[in-house]
């Protein structure tokens, strides 16, 4: 039950696009199109901006985008703004009706 | 409104026990899973239980089978995660979220920190 796996960071500069893979296996992202996202700011409780793959809740900005290609999901941030610089984490359902969180990736706004 | 708001945490010293509780308003409790998430200091977020609403299908994370364990009230709208036989690595802020099921937390508590430390 090892985490799933994502970039430790990724940067770019306002306006542009950033994308963060989560990397699992069959058992879990590549299985199930139950795949979510959170931003984090530290300190700050986790909100969800994408889940079952590619949806966004009511009020997310349709600059966050996700899709998944085999055991790979990913997560879009087009025309990159201050406030996105957080942490960012996937989720997924697996095989053993339980779920797994990525390792996270830190957002940084040049 | 949806609001979760976690209580129980504090200092306890290994092989100690706690519960933590989390108090739900703003929604028809007995329609949602509840999960328990964490993050220890300076580590991710990692998902540990999750209970359905009846309380009929429960479910640990590796880490804290047979430690943990987690139960809901539907007449005070609580949920609890007892922590038993607990460990320094069991330290973190503990979160509950309503879980809509598919690996869909969308609504969090603030969290409640537990230390555990001799």
């Known amino acids: 039950q090892s985490a799933l796996t994502q970039p430790h960071s990724v940067s770019g500069s306002p306006g542009q696009s950033v994308t963060i893979s989560c990397t699992g296996t069959s058992s879990d992202v590549g299985g199930y199109n139950s795949v979510s996202w959170y931003q984090h700011h530290p300190g700050k409780t986790p909100k969800l901006i994408i889940y079952?793959?590619?949806k966004r809740p009511s009020g997310v900005p349709d600059r966050f985008s996700g899709s998944k290609s085999g055991n790979t999901a990913s997560l879009t941030i087009s025309g990159l703004q201050d406030e996105d610089e957080a942490d960012y984490y996937c989720c997924s359902y697996e095989r053993r009706y339980t779920y797994i969180f990525g390792t996270g990736t830190k957002v940084t706004v040049l | 409104q949806v609001l979760l708001v976690e209580s129980g945490g504090g200092l306890v010293r290994p092989g100690g026990s706690l519960r933590l509780s989390c108090a739900t308003a703003?929604?028809?409790?007995?329609?949602?899973?509840m999960s328990w998430i964490r993050q220890a200091p300076g580590k991710g977020l990692e998902w540990i239980s999750y209970i359905s609403g009846s309380g009929s299908s429960i479910f640990y994370a590796d880490s804290v089978k047979g430690r943990f364990t987690v139960s809901r009230d539907d007449v005070t709208r609580t949920v609890y995660l007892q922590l038993s036989s607990l460990r320094v690595e069991d330290t973190a802020v503990y979160y509950c979220a309503r879980d809509r099921v598919g690996a869909t937390f969308d609504h969090w508590g603030p969290g409640t920190l537990v230390t555990v430390s001799s």
């Open positions: 079952d793959v590619d």
């Open positions: 703003g929604f028809t409790f007995s329609d949602y899973y």
